[in-house]
């Protein structure tokens, strides 16, 4: 009798316990990645936050930023209408207020070219190119002879960490911000043999470099780098590909860059369960779905089993959601408030799986 009366306390205890678990508990990284307003958007935005993303307890909000800034340690790289401070720090108080971790994006190694045009950095800076002699076309299409996606700039160039250094240090002082989100996805250009610094190196170890000196410059004033995953997945092992994964080498990094690296592991079409191999490596790891509701959920419901049957030791490792959004803010919130149907069904309803994600995570209490 006694035996039976210590079981049913223990049950009582354990299930009492699991009853109790806040949504932290369960899910402590509920996050929302979309572009910086523009400047005539950033009341409405402002707004949004408030109303939409607070109730609905996203505590993170990623930011991709990039040139949309009045720099002031270089000006030549601005977008020609930019956020001025006064508007970054709307976004700051509105965070605030709600305790949401404001993150700012700036893309670095890749994704420094859209299309036919260059992005701030190589704009200005073209030496800093990786593949100068990929000239960019007046019509960009996929696939081409050059294999052009994104150029990227050289990690090995003695100039422009420099640069970048600046740029982060500002953004982050005007963001008030503890974590800073570097992309670092789909780089296709890296080591490449007509680079005279990169030509003949092992990409993994060029691309782990430059996770570790935008890491370790982040570190002396104890703030963490976070990074998209999907360059430090093998594309041919796990048939992810080169979008999700890494079909040219850099996946051996995942084993170079240090531990306190942020993973942001995104996957549009399958529940890939990769988020289990960043968690062994000791890395915390996000899931990032992006237009398929229904997938979000299944996704968001692997992430809390990954936590509930985790190790102590691992738990952590699994840190929770993001949804992205790969339309601007005006766009998103045209699409959420009803104003604006998706136009391309090939992208998905954005919106809608943000609206399915978020309704499941409020279910989880």
């Known amino acids: ?121 190589l704009r200005v800076y073209t030496e800093f190119d990786e593949t100068p002699n990929v000239v960019l076309p007046e019509k960009y299409k996929w696939p081409n002879e050059d294999g052009l996606y994104c150029k990227s700039y050289c990690p090995l160039h003695p100039g422009v960490h420099k640069i970048v250094f600046e740029l982060i240090d500002e953004i982050m002082d005007v963001f008030e911000s503890k974590d800073f989100h570097a992309g670092m996805d789909e780089v296709f250009y890296i080591g490449e043999d007509q680079c005279p610094r990169c030509s003949g190196r092992d990409k993994a170890e060029l691309f ?27 594309g041919k092992t796990t048939g992810m590909g080169m979008w999700e994964a890494s079909m040219n080498n850099t996946h051996r990094a995942i084993d170079l860059i240090p531990k306190d690296v942020m993973i942001c592991d995104w996957h549009y079409e399958r529940v890939d369960p990769s988020a289990v191999m960043f968690a062994m490596k000791g890395l915390r790891v996000a899931t990032c779905p992006w237009r398929n509701g229904d997938l ?47 136009p391309d069904i090939a992208r998905g309803d954005q919106a809608g799986c943000f609206k399915q994600l978020f309704e499941a995570i409020g279910q989880l209490k």
């Open 1 to 121: 009798m006694k035996k039976i009366t210590i079981f049913s306390a223990l049950l009582f205890l354990v299930l009492h316990s699991f009853a109790q678990s806040t949504l932290d508990d369960i899910i402590p990284l509920r996050g929302f990645c979309i572009a910086a307003p523009k400047v005539d958007g950033v009341d409405r935005f402002v707004k949004f936050i408030d109303e939409e993303l607070a109730p609905k307890k996203v505590n993170t909000l990623i930011l991709r930023v990039d040139y949309n800034y009045q720099f002031q340690s270089h000006p030549e790289l601005r977008d020609s209408s930019a956020l001025s401070k006064d508007d970054v720090k709307k976004l700051v108080a509105v965070c605030k207020k709600h305790q949401i971790n404001l993150i700012p994006q700036i893309n670095l190694l890749g994704h420094q070219s859209w299309a036919s045009s260059a992005e701030g950095l």
């Open 208 to 234: 782990a470099g430059e996770v570790s000196k935008i890491r370790n410059h982040l570190a002396l004033k104890n703030q963490e780098l976070w990074i998209w995953g999907d360059r430090l997945l093998d």
């Open 296 to 342: 979000a959920t299944k996704q968001l419901e692997m992430m809390v089993d990954l936590r509930k049957n985790a190790t102590i030791a691992m738990k952590d490792n699994f840190q929770g959601m993001i949804q992205t959004v790969w339309t601007s803010s005006d766009n998103f919130m045209d699409y959420y408030y009803g104003i604006k149907t998706q």
